[in-house]
């Protein structure tokens, strides 16, 4: 029943960025941010049955063997290597301790980068700073002083915050989100403030014969200076108000 529903209302797994973290425990098969190819049966029978890697962290673990080139416990690009974690691995019944590493090592190579462990999200110069974060913590604690609003994208930690109704999953990114700092080409709008001043009213509120309406003002004969009517049966200054918003 609730697949049902989650299908009906098109519930789907979009977020805009996760934590490292987040990704490291996201399922290692069917993984949604691979393409169809990225796993073959008979070469993950091992990692999924013998390993019992369910999670990509488990994948990071078999393939991090493959950069110890140049240490003491060092890893052989062989099906007999004498290392430490290859050992481990023949003895749970691996037959090619070296081969499981490279099929994990290809899977994860394939992740979309806004999956994937080792991309690196762009810097967008807009973060606040450490004490400007504490402030706003400790006034958020409070319920007391002034909150600054943190422009740089939402990374989100918690699963079951990833998820969004009403998505088409054929629109979701798979690029990690980030802000630009100012336009590229054209006016710069972080310098250029306008002011825009708005307002809505209603005649016979809360009647049956009530009519709303609102008007957005820049300057003196601004092209851009409206006037308009609410359509429909609902009127209410808020409505009104909120339109010319």
């Known amino acids: 029943m609730l697949l049902k529903t989650a299908k009906k209302y098109n519930i789907n797994f979009a977020p805009i960025k996760i934590s490292k ?4 425990n996201l399922p290692a098969w069917s993984h949604i941010g691979t393409p169809t190819n990225a796993y073959h049966k008979a070469k993950t029978k091992c990692l999924n049955e013998t390993h019992k890697s369910t999670k990509i ?10 950069t110890h080139i140049n240490d003491e416990d060092r890893h052989f690009p062989r099906k007999n290597c004498p290392c430490s974690a290859c050992q481990k691995d023949r003895r749970i019944g ?26 690196k999200p762009k810097k967008d110069g807009l973060s606040l700073t450490r004490r400007r974060k504490e402030k706003n913590h400790q006034a958020h604690k ?21 998820f969004r109704i009403f998505s088409n ?7 990690p989100a980030h802000r630009l700092q100012a336009p590229a080409r054209g006016l710069n709008l972080l310098q250029d403030h306008i002011t825009i001043f708005t307002d809505g009213s209603c005649i016979n509120n809360g009647k049956e014969n009530s009519r709303s309406g609102g008007g957005i003002w820049l300057g003196e004969n601004h092209p851009k200076n409206l006037a308009f009517r609410i359509p429909g049966n609902k009127h ?7 339109s010319a918003i």
């Open 21 to 24: 973290d987040l990704k490291k």
């Open 57 to 66: 962290k488990n994948l990071i673990k078999i393939r991090k063997r493959l």
């Open 94 to 119: 691996c037959k090619d301790p070296h081969k499981c590493a490279q099929t994990a090592n290809e899977i994860l190579f394939r992740i979309a980068p806004k999956f994937n462990t080792k991309a």
């Open 142 to 162: 409070s319920r007391q002083g002034e909150i600054l609003f943190d422009p740089t994208t939402t990374i989100r930690s918690n699963l079951k915050d990833c």
């Open 236 to 242: 209410s200054n808020q409505i009104a108000e909120i």
């Open 169 to 175: 999953p054929e629109h979701n990114s798979l690029t």
